[in-house]
């Protein structure tokens, strides 16, 4: 079962839901900061209409009726979140014919609640699987250590006062800023009449009539008058009027700066200064 600090609900079985209620009297008065919400009781005469045939273990229509209770379960306990493999035994224990009781206690408080219940009129259960996780691996575990319910809790004055916070739908405040981000993507922009960027992908350009890279490439050297290098691989040498080298050499020139090509003369300094070459025979 949990241990102090641990805000993973404790939960206990009994033959009727007599028995169950006594024991919530019994915890109330030992645990005055215990809430309504806290406390969840779940007996099988519960399971009625539409979700009567939960009852019994079995299928129907390819559905688990094990596994649909379980979820059940999770979401009727508003204290803190049942872990799934938990909730499967919590079950069991219901389609057995047992009352069940889950309660969350107070931070602080668990072994309090713990010692309490061990004192009710419970029955025995199946034990619950040991987890890895305790309050700090919760969702929210600054809140789950200041005893803070969250938005989606039904605790919290925020969510009791704007019910539309648990909502995929919509916010409180989608009258000012528009709804969730699936309504509308740009709030801000769209409260001050911006351009996103769908509309227009450079609104700073736009705004102070600068070109963008899709209308000209080179925007720079167009205002300075210098082309680009598709337009001429050398500007730098032309403007200076320095030749350049080319991939091709006129077939009638023989030399460069006034020295032979290798070409002609394979040895040009050599050549130059008179200085023997090696042979391959020498």
Known sequence: MP?????IPIARAYASEQDALESVDSLKARSPGLEDDAI???????????????RNRGEKDGTDSSAV??????????????????????????????????????????KQVDYTLDQSRSVPMPEVPELDYHTWMQ?????????????????SWMSRAFPELKSTESL????LMGGLLSDNPAPLSSRF??????????????KVGMSTLTDNPAPLSSKVGMGVLKDNPA?????????????ERPAQKTSSFGLPLLSNNPAPVSSLFG???????D
């Open 139 to 155: 969702a929210a575990p600054l809140s789950a250590l200041l005893d803070i319910p969250v938005l989606t809790h039904r605790r």
């Open 275 to 281: 200085w023997p070459l090696l042979k391959k025979d």
């Open 69 to 110: 209770l379980a979820e059940l379960i999770v979401s009727i306990h508003d204290g803190s979140r049942v872990p799934d493999s938990h909730a499967l035994v919590y079950a069991d224990t219901v389609q057995e014919g047992k009352t069940l009781l889950i309660v969350t206690p107070p931070f602080g408080e668990g």
């Open 235 to 247: 500007p730098l040498s032309d403007k200076a009027g320095i030749d350049v080298l080319t991939s």
């Open 172 to 175: 409180p405040t989608s009258g």
């Open 193 to 206: 009449g911006m351009s996103t960027l769908t509309d227009n992908p450079a609104p700073l350009s736009s």
């Open 40 to 54: 969840s009781i779940l007996s099988p005469s519960m399971l009625n209409g539409q979700n009567e045939w939960l």
């Open 3 to 7: 241990l102090t600090m641990n805000l």
